[in-house]
Nanobody, 125 residues
């Protein structure tokens, strides 16, 4: 079965860093764009970064551009998100998911649409 499992969250102070990982199985990894999403209480889900499966082209939302870096390892069917200069506003549950295209990522639809449990990131002052 399709699975995308996010790991690496935790509690950090503002200005700190975390590296999230997304472990996947059950699908042709390189055929999909893998995106990172987050959702905080009282806020809608936000797509913050995506990386193409074919050539590793990245995309970043304005809220994380310059602070977060996405990468992939097709040999391990894994995607990573290096999160630097974390802010309290980054506090949310983070998920990874697979989309067919960058367009579907931006529209938050399509692809495998498997959310899993996600991983909690909490940034304190």
């Amino acid at each position: 079965d399709v699975q995308l499992q996010a790991f690496g969250g935790g509690l950090v102070q503002a200005g700190g860093y975390l590296r999230l990982s997304c472990s996947t199985s059950g699908f042709t990894f390189a055929a999909y764009a893998i995106g990172w999403f987050r959702q905080a209480p009282g806020k809608e889900r936000e797509g913050l970064s995506c990386i193409s499966g074919s050539d590793g082209t990245p995309y970043y939302a304005d809220s994380v551009k310059g602070r977060f870096t996405i990468s992939r390892d097709n040999a391990r069917n894994a995607v990573f998100l290096q999160m630097n200069t974390l802010k309290p506003e980054d506090t949310a549950r983070y998920h990874c998911n697979a989309r067919m295209t960058f367009s579907d990522f931006l529209k938050d639809k399509g692809g495998l649409d498997y959310w899993g449990k996600g991983t909690q990131v909490t940034v304190s002052s």
